[in-house]
């Protein structure tokens, strides 16, 4: 007996409807991107494992894909490794490769390789899959889509305030109406390690915080202590897990805790900027809140950090970002300042169809089936065809002359919108009749006066 044919958790196959779906957020998105002058690229999806290790953190390093060496690169396994239970040496030695993690770190090996071909400040967009070795649950998948853009070659603050624009932009375009762009900056966060003595623990502290969301307040002090956080530093940190008011009465409550911390008060004045700046240009849909345990796991940020949720579904972050200082300096490029966003397709897809805001029209595909009634038929259909495709309407011939109900059926299953009827009778009249297959509406007129009507 063969295998029932299946795929791996956390991977999906697409029907039709579905990726005409897809490819309308792919296409807003794209929209907006290119509105503000992005470009695009694209990058392999496998890397060079030494590409991506060591950029996203302990947490991220464990979710990397690795990929096995195959043929005669598999005698090169270090068992000696395996045996002394050094598994990490012994995974590098069975797999030099990886499927890529994020968009951004091949990004910054991409402008390092580029460098000579580029002009900077260089603003990239990318619409590709990426894949993670998570546990798959609702809105956590181990193959999905980024979409990112990204702004490089400058430290100004004007892309950030870009930034929040294009978030705000796309996801009210795609029907979004009650979604929150959440912000900090990773000065401030340092700033914070600093006052209470820990510097050296600012990972710890951020990776930690960042989970305030998902564990809760107890949560996040009980892993502080576990990473060997002292509790005077914990005693410190605590007012600021339930800091409240506007963003400028926030910023104004940090400014007195983070008087001594140079650092994090060059964070305050960056965040002031953005936030000014917003302030002064509006936003359609979104609100902008000033989260000061907003850390976002990654090692590579160093400014502004961006979080998107929607408020009315429980799903986590849609979007995600922020500025990172030098990470092109890991590939051999140093002072190259860049900035960017992500926009989680898959999940925004998850959003808006718990929502229902996909629109029901103009997402079909298929406009307008001609039945066919036979050869002689057929060739008529094909030139009237051609005349509605150049116009620019996606329509299509039943490939047989099957009985009408089964044509009927095929049209209904695909959701086209008009059914073209062309017999002898209009062909010697230079006719076509065509019915609306919503509103049973069935109507006769010439050829010509279809195609006006169509224009």
Do not use: H
């Not at 990058?43 to 894909?65: A, N, S, V």
């Not at 949560?219 to 897990?241: H, N, T, W, Y």
């Amino acid at each position: 007996m063969s295998n029932k044919p299946s795929i791996l958790k956390g991977t999906r196959d697409f029907l039709p409807e579905t990726m005409v779906k897809r490819n309308y957020i792919f296409d807003t998105i794209r929209t907006v991107f290119e509105k503000y002058g992005f470009l695009p690229i694209e990058t392999p999806c496998i890397e060079k494992t030494e590409t991506l290790l060591g950029k996203y953190g302990e947490e991220g390093d464990r979710l990397i894909f690795r990929v096995l060496n195959s043929g005669d690169s598999v005698k090169k396994a270090d068992l000696d490794a395996l045996g002394n239970e050094n598994y990490a040496r012994f995974a590098n030695s069975v797999s030099d490769k990886a499927l890529r993690y994020d968009l951004t770190v091949p990004f910054a090996r991409f402008v390092v390789q580029n460098q000579n071909d580029l002009s900077f400040p260089f603003k990239r967009y990318q619409i590709q899959p990426v894949w993670r070795a998570d546990r798959p649950q609702k809105g956590r998948y181990r193959e999905f889509y980024q979409c990112d853009c990204d702004a490089i070659g400058s430290d100004s603050l004007l892309y950030e305030v870009e930034l929040i624009q294009i978030f705000d932009e796309v996801l009210s375009n795609l029907g979004l109406t009650d979604f929150t762009i959440k912000i900090n900056n990773r000065k401030i966060l340092t700033g914070i390690a600093e006052v209470c003595g820990e510097e050296e623990k600012i990972v710890d502290i951020t990776v930690a915080i960042d989970k305030l969301d998902k564990i809760g307040k107890v949560g996040v002090i009980k892993e502080l202590m576990e990473r060997g956080i002292s509790q005077k530093a914990i005693q410190k940190i605590d007012p600021l897990f339930e800091l409240g008011g506007t963003n400028a009465e926030k910023l104004d409550k940090l400014k007195d805790f983070l008087a001594t911390s140079e650092v994090g008060m060059k964070g305050i004045e960056e965040l002031s900027f953005v936030l000014d700046q917003i302030d002064a240009l509006g936003l359609d849909k979104a609100i902008l809140d000033f989260e000061v345990t907003l850390a976002r796991g990654l090692n590579y940020y160093t400014g502004a950090i961006f979080e998107v949720v929607a408020n009315n579904v429980k799903i986590g972050s849609i979007c995600g970002g922020g500025r990172y200082a030098d990470l092109t300096s890991l590939f051999g490029l140093k002072d190259m300042s860049g900035v960017g966003i992500s926009f989680g397709a898959d999940r925004i897809y998850d959003v808006m169809t718990e929502l229902n805001l996909f629109p029901e029209k103009g997402l079909q595909g298929t406009q307008y089936l001609f039945i066919n009634f036979g050869e002689e038929e057929q060739a008529y259909s094909l030139k009237i065809a051609k005349q509605l495709r150049d116009k620019g309407f996606a329509c299509e011939i039943y490939p047989s002359s099957a009985k009408m109900k089964k044509q009927m059926k095929y049209a209904n299953d695909r959701n086209i919108p008009y059914v073209i009827m062309i017999g002898s009778n209009e062909m010697e009249n230079n006719l076509v009749t065509y019915k609306n297959m919503e509103s049973g509406e069935q109507t006769s007129c010439t050829v010509d006066e279809m195609l006006s009507k169509t224009s």
